[in-house]
Nanobody, 124 residues
């Protein structure tokens, strides 16, 4: 399974970005998908997850109401729409695939496959 994240960049406070993560080498709908982030000097943390069907989502409190996770199983892609960005959102963002189908899964160690990360920088 390979995951390729893209869409990161630099944005000002209050701006928006959309991250994408394309999967290959798997049956995409067999996996719940998650987004995590890691800021400099901090541990990787959960951001959002979406059920294999796309019908359920789950968010960290810090991004609830600002970020939206979605997926297109026909395109083997998961997205993270990020609005009203804040400086504390600055981090490397990773997509990940969870084949256990335990829901919701927010633990880093429970995800099976990871993308390479894409950097998001929010400046004031």
């Amino acid at each position: 399974v390979q995951l390729q994240a893209s869409g990161g960049g630099s944005v000002q406070v209050g701006g928006s970005l959309r991250l994408s993560c394309a999967a290959s080498g798997c049956t995409f709908s067999d996996y719940d998908m998650g987004w995590f982030r890691q800021a400099p000097g901090k541990e990787r943390e959960f951001v959002a997850a979406i059920r294999w069907s796309g019908y359920s989502t789950y968010y960290a409190d810090s991004v609830k109401g600002r970020f939206t996770i979605s997926r297109d199983n026909a395109k083997n892609t998961v997205y993270l729409q990020m609005n009203s960005l804040k400086p504390e959102d600055t981090a490397v963002y990773y997509c990940a695939a969870d084949g256990s189908l335990r829901w919701p899964e927010i633990r880093v160690n429970e995800y099976d496959y990871w993308g390479q990360g894409t950097l998001v920088t929010v400046s004031s």
